[in-house]
């Protein structure tokens, strides 16, 4: 662990919801004529049967877009690390021709990756319990707590809302490190030693249910901080294994790590509409979400296109924070589906 902590937290990363005011400090407003020439070749791939995922980057030129497409990502990679794109015409799109164009802006921001043994590059996020009551986080309504996940650029579309709830909450994990910094330096060195992860069979075959290492939730390496954090799959791997045990100083840290994100003013709280896209940087933003109610018309349920990206420009992480082998990403298993039946009670 750094001994002056701050030297290593870049200041532009430092961001409080009520600084921003509302997620509207965060947001870029685009306009028809961004998306012109993309949503024409999004319509004619649509229309010949390509596979999205086959799709490259010489094959959608994102013409008009392309400025802000590198603002954004200079303000993901270098800034704030969170951003909200409105404009995505989806309303005019089928959702293959709307899958089309967030991909090809995911291109231009990195390498699409897999985010599940399912292989999926490019996530559809609805809703699926009522076929797996087992079904994994983001397939399910429940409520998701503060997490980041496994590649550099967390990004999601959405095509609809829910009929309620589904209210998305964002933090700076930067922020957080500083106010433990500030209150309980004593307990930056359990997070800093990190801790033992469930992988819920999501591992390659041959390797063991749990890291066999620690994973930090903060680590420093060329001058940077960065975060990585999933409490439940710290605290089913304590609950199954005999041999991981949380001490009182661990759970005290957990406990303070997310009262944090909790409090009044440090994170943004929103609900994403049709055609807002949001973009974040995993290694310095936290990502949550409230549990949802579709609506009973099918053609209404909540549904969202997701995107893992391991960035063109990826930010210098320790190797101990990798939780699958051949990260970014979770490594494809075919024939299996990102289901689990483990429960576990919040401390």
């Known amino acids: 662990m750094p001994d002056v902590l701050s030297q290593f937290v870049e200041p532009a990363t430092l961001w409080r919801g009520d600084t ?32 999205v995922v086959d799709l490259t980057p010489e094959q959608l030129p994102l013409g008009p877009l392309a400025r802000s497409i ?12 969170f951003v909200l794109l409105r404009g995505f015409p989806v309303e005019d799109l089928s959702v293959e021709e709307a899958a089309i164009v967030f991909w090809a802006v995911g291109l231009h921001l990195g390498r699409p990756v897999s ?53 998305s909450r964002f933090a700076s994990s930067m922020t957080v490190h500083e106010e433990i910094a500030r209150r309980r330096p004593d307990l930056l060195e359990n997070l800093y030693r990190g801790f033992r992860y469930h992988r819920f069979g999501e591992q390659a075959d041959g390797l063991p249910q749990v890291t066999p290492h620690f994973l930090p939730v903060f680590s420093e390496r060329d001058g940077r901080v960065s975060c990585r954090y999933l409490r439940q799959y710290i605290e089913i791997a304590a609950d ?57 018309d099918p053609t209404k349920k909540r549904h969202l296109l997701r995107l893992w990206i391991a960035a063109h420009d990826a930010r210098p992480i320790q190797p101990t924070m990798t939780m699958y082998e051949g990260e970014p990403g979770i490594p494809p298993q075919p024939g299996r589906i990102p289901s689990y039946q483990h429960n576990i009670e919040s401390n």
């Open 70 to 81: 590198d603002a954004l990502a200079d303000q993901l990679l270098n800034g704030t690390g």
């Open 115 to 167: 985010q599940s043994v399912m292989g999926d590059r490019l996530g559809h996020v609805i809703d699926v319990s009522g076929k797996d009551p087992h079904a994994r986080a983001y397939r399910n309504a429940n409520e998701l707590t503060p997490h980041t996940d496994p590649a550099d650029i967390l990004s999601f579309l959405c095509l609809h809302p829910a009929k309620s709830g589904g209210m």
């Open 240 to 296: 199954e294994f005999d041999d991981i045990v949380l001490s009182r100083g661990d759970v005290e840290a957990l406990d303070l790590f997310e009262s944090i994100v909790a409090e009044p003013g440090l994170a943004v709280d929103f609900t994403l509409q049709k055609g807002e896209a949001i973009f974040a940087n995993n290694f310095t933003v936290l990502h949550a979400r409230s549990g949802f109610e579709d609506d009973a």
């Open 20 to 51: 921003l005011g509302s997620v509207d400090g965060a947001a870029v407003n685009l306009d028809a004529a961004d998306f012109g020439s993309l949503v024409e070749v999004a319509r004619s791939l649509a229309s010949t049967g390509h596979d």
